[in-house]
């Protein structure tokens, strides 16, 4: 009530799942009309569809544009063709496998075996998600993101930093 109240140009969201459409109830049924921005909105339950259209967008887990994205994306609908688009999990999940397996292929079993494999791996994997550049750390840097908006009761991708 007191965000709404000092009517703000708009609004940067944090939530998840059905935290998020109480949110976007409440703001509605306050009289709240402008945009929401947010990190991961694909992740957010929208409540209702006609009034969020066109106001929620934000960065996104991305790069599934690629053919390695379009190849899982194509494998999912055959399985489940009634489901959804699939989440991020989806993609991400499936490099993870992938340069698991990848790893075992070129090291071996054990995890000391895996574990020195994985770097050289990495290097030359180009997946679902883009390519996969890790810091000295072994973590994940400057992952593709997709630019998202939901329009017309879905997200859809309209931009992609790579």
Known sequence: QAIIAAEPDALVGVGYGDDSRTVFKNARELGFDAPWYAAYPSIFAVENEEWMDG??????NGGYANDGGAAVLAAYKAKWPDEDEPLAHIYYGYDAM??????????????????EALPSVVQSYVGATGKIV???RGQRIDPPLDIIEYKGGKFETVGTIE
């Open 55 to 60: 106001k929620l967008s934000g960065v996104d």
């Open 98 to 115: 992938m340069v698991l397996a990848k790893a075992i292929e070129a090291g071996g079993v054990e995890s000391a075996e895996i574990a």
């Open 134 to 136: 890790w810091d000295d």
